[in-house]
């Protein structure tokens, strides 16, 4: 059975610096692994999604690599602002109709 | 573009009651269709998905039931709720093993 885990949990940091989100999977044999933003009390938010064959994805300050041998993944975010204060979840999928694994999240805050 | 729904939006029920939610996407045709449970202190937990009318499959068991009566359409039942049942539900849609896109939630409390 497929376990996500996420590290931290929770981070706190001042506006402008740089921070890395990690992220882990069990199984290795996964089709594609994505990257949500949840604001309290909301639905998600894709942010990125990084193919089995892919080693990174990026999105404006935001950047995910995948070393799917060793089942992690990392979200850099740069020059982190207040507004990019949310949960932040990974998730991977073993292809066809297969929902998503989750893992719990990492609550960001950003200090201004 | 493409529009995924969930009503209500939060919800208040008795131990006992029934429950009926419900999930619509537009823009699509032939969607996979999700339904999530986000409870407190855990993560989110895949508990149904459909692949077509009428093709439902299940996660976990549980108190739970879903149906997909038209192609855009996904409902989320029980016919008596527990105080378990307590959470933030999510419905999702994708096409195949691409991106998934999820609803605005309905946040359910069951006293």
């Known amino acids: ?112 | 573009s493409q529009t995924i729904h969930q009503w209500p939006a939060t919800l208040v029920q008795p131990v006992g009651s029934p429950l009926s939610l419900e999930c619509t996407v537009e823009g699509t045709s032939n969607p996979n269709l999700y339904w999530y449970r986000q409870a407190a202190g855990r993560g989110l937990q895949l508990l149904f998905y459909s692949v077509g009318i009428g093709q439902i499959s299940s996660e976990v068991p549980q108190n739970l039931s879903a149906s997909r009566p038209q192609d855009r359409q996904f409902i989320l039942s029980s016919k008596k709720l527990l105080l378990s049942d307590s959470g933030f539900y999510l419905c999702a849609w994708s096409r195949w093993v691409d991106t998934q896109y999820f609803g605005p939630g309905t946040r359910l409390t069951v006293l």
């Open chain 1, 1 to 112: 059975k497929q376990e996500v885990t996420q590290i931290p949990a929770a981070l706190s940091v001042p506006e402008g610096e740089n921070l890395v989100l990690n992220c882990s999977f069990t199984d290795s044999a996964i089709y594609n692994l994505q990257w949500f933003r949840q604001d309290p009390g909301k639905g998600l938010t894709s942010l990125l999604l990084i193919q089995s064959s892919q080693r990174e994805q990026t999105s404006g300050r935001l950047n995910a690599s995948l070393d799917k041998s060793s089942g992690r993944s990392t979200l850099y975010i740069a020059a982190s602002q207040p507004g990019d204060s949310a949960t932040y979840l990974c998730a991977v999928t073993g292809g066809g109709a297969d929902g998503l694994t989750f893992g719990k999240g990492t609550h960001l805050i950003i200090q201004p």
